[in-house]
């Protein structure tokens, strides 16, 4: 079945300092890959995306490289802020008939000024 | 902006009543889903609808929980009766699934709604 491992947290940082939390999947087919966001009291967010090996998703300065040869979709931050503290989620979608997400346990990231 | 709405945000009931939470979807999707979050097991999904047809509900305890879609712009969860280790926060999410079946776009998440039975 398909299963998606994120790196343990918490995960504590300064602010401006550079940001990678591992995500490594399990899944049949060809999978499309997400990071989900949640701010404390909110519900998740759609961080960024990629749909095939090698896309590059993007958005708010993070990153996240789809390489199916390792079967990972690490994300990263170059300079984090202190709003960026929440938990994010890594998923995966193995398309098809299948519409559901599975995701990681979640990382929560603490920013500190 | 278009958003998902869920209702009540917050819920307080004593162990042995019926609770129902309701969700409306973003106009125009047609994929519905309920997930349960907990400190212990992390976010789990319980149900999900296409076109409002039940399509999975293996996560969801039968005998006591329900998920329906009485029309495409409200979509329920009931527990009856309820217990105390059904406290969580309940997250509705919709999403559109084109015709070739493949979830390739997002879905849109709810804010929630935190549940304590006492």
């Known amino acids: 079945g398909n299963s998606v491992t994120q790196m343990e947290g918490p995960v504590t940082l300064s602010e401006e300092a550079f940001l990678t939390i591992n995500c490594t999947y399990t899944a049949t087919g060809y999978p499309s890959l997400f990071w989900y966001v949640q701010y404390p009291g909110e519900g998740l967010q759609l961080l960024l995306k990629a749909t095939k090996a090698d896309d590059k998703g993007s958005n708010k300065g993070f990153e996240a490289t789809y390489r199916k040869e390792t079967t990972s979709f690490h994300l990263e931050k170059g300079s984090v802020q202190v709003s960026d503290s929440a938990v994010y989620f890594c998923a995966l979608n193995s398309g098809g008939s299948n519409y559901k997400l599975t995701f990681g346990k979640g990382t929560l990231l603490t920013v500190n000024p | 902006d278009a958003r998902v709405t869920q209702t009540p945000r917050h819920k307080v009931t004593e162990m042995g009543q019926e609770v129902t939470m309701r969700c409306q979807p973003i106009l125009g999707h047609n994929t519905v889903f309920w997930y349960r979050q907990t400190m212990m097991q992390g976010l789990e999904l319980l149900a999900y609808f296409r076109n409002r047809a039940p399509l999975d509900d293996s996560g969801m305890p039968k005998d006591r929980f329900s998920a329906e879609m009485p029309d495409a712009t409200l979509a329920t969860l009931k527990i009856q009766p309820s217990e105390p280790r059904d406290s969580a926060v309940y997250f509705c999410?919709?999403?559109?699934?084109?015709?070739?079946?493949?979830?390739?776009?997002?879905?849109?998440f709810g804010p929630g709604t935190r549940l304590t039975v006492l």
């Open positions: 999410a919709s999403g559109l699934v084109p015709r070739d079946w493949v979830l390739t776009d997002t879905q849109y």
